[in-house]
């Protein structure tokens, strides 16, 4: 989850990186990405990633991204957004285990438990390998393959399994990641500084 300080920094960022587009389909490197080494892009607006290196494609994959669904529940908000902006990888996992957070229970109408409840840690849900973006968000495989190409996750960015395994294997730590909109769509203000933003699935 992302407090309203750093979410506020990471809408801006994503102010500035939207115009870097206009065509939806097609593979995207940003003037400011590095020409050499590996690059990773992903356009929310289509759902779709690259994986660049030394400024040639390497492999591209329909992507589930974040729903842009608010959950509200009591005085706690939780706006399920993939962030815009220049990332970077920060850690490469093999077999993640989620971590569920109280907005999951939430949504599935139980009980919040300690942080501490084994029921928190939830095996294959996330695919066979991740790539940590930092903030809870990541790039991980999904257990429900339908929801790829849609805005379906609650921030983190889904890729297939075959898509996954080559993302994961080509790219090391340190890879820049440059989340964008190439047809962006009016985003609402207001009430924004209460929100919590979220990854994980």
Same mark, same amino acid.
């Given at each position: +989850?992302?407090?309203?300080?750093?979410?506020?920094?990471?809408?801006?960022?994503?102010?500035?990186?939207?115009?870097?587009?206009?065509?939806?389909?097609?593979?995207?490197?940003?003037?400011?990405?590095?020409?050499?080494?590996?690059?990773?892009?992903?356009?929310?607006?289509?759902?779709?990633?690259?994986?660049?290196?030394?400024?040639?494609?390497?492999?591209?994959?329909? *992507?589930?991204?974040?729903?842009?669904?608010?959950?509200?529940?009591?005085?706690?908000? =939780?706006?399920?957004?993939?962030?815009?902006?220049?990332?970077?990888?920060?850690?490469?996992?093999? #077999?993640?285990?989620?971590?569920?957070?109280? =907005?999951?229970?939430?949504?599935?109408?139980?009980?919040?438990?300690?942080? #501490?409840?084994?029921?928190?840690?939830?095996?294959?849900? +996330?695919?066979?390998?991740?790539?940590?973006?930092?903030?809870?968000?990541?790039?991980?495989?999904?257990?429900?393959?339908?929801?790829?190409?849609?805005?379906? &996750?609650?921030?983190?960015?889904?890729?297939?399994?075959?898509?996954?395994?080559?993302?994961?294997?080509?790219?090391?730590?340190?890879?820049?990641?440059?989340?964008?909109? &190439?047809?962006?769509?009016?985003?609402? +203000?207001?009430?924004?500084?209460?929100?919590? +933003?979220?990854? *994980?699935?």
């Amino acid at each position: +989850m992302i407090p309203g300080s750093r979410l506020a920094r990471l809408i801006f960022v994503a102010i500035l990186v939207t115009p870097i587009t206009t065509l939806a389909d097609q593979p995207v490197l940003p003037d400011d990405a590095p020409g050499v080494g590996v690059v990773i892009t992903i356009d929310v607006s289509t759902n779709r990633a690259w994986l660049f290196r030394d400024g040639a494609v390497l492999a591209e994959s329909r *992507v589930a991204t974040g729903s842009d669904k608010v959950l509200r529940n009591g005085h706690r908000i =939780w706006f399920f957004r993939t962030p815009r902006g220049r990332l970077s990888v920060v850690d490469k996992i093999v #077999d993640p285990i989620w971590t569920k957070p109280d =907005w999951a229970f939430i949504e599935e109408g139980k009980r919040v438990p300690a942080p #501490d409840a084994p029921s928190r840690r939830v095996r294959g849900t +996330m695919g066979k390998y991740a790539l940590d973006l930092g903030g809870g968000f990541l790039i991980h495989g999904t257990d429900d393959p339908k929801s790829i190409g849609t805005k379906a &996750s609650h921030g983190c960015i889904r890729l297939p399994a075959k898509s996954l395994k080559k993302f994961f294997h080509e790219t090391p730590i340190g890879t820049p990641v440059y989340i964008f909109d &190439s047809n962006p769509q009016p985003l609402s +203000m207001t009430g924004l500084n209460s929100l919590e +933003m979220t990854g *994980v699935q």
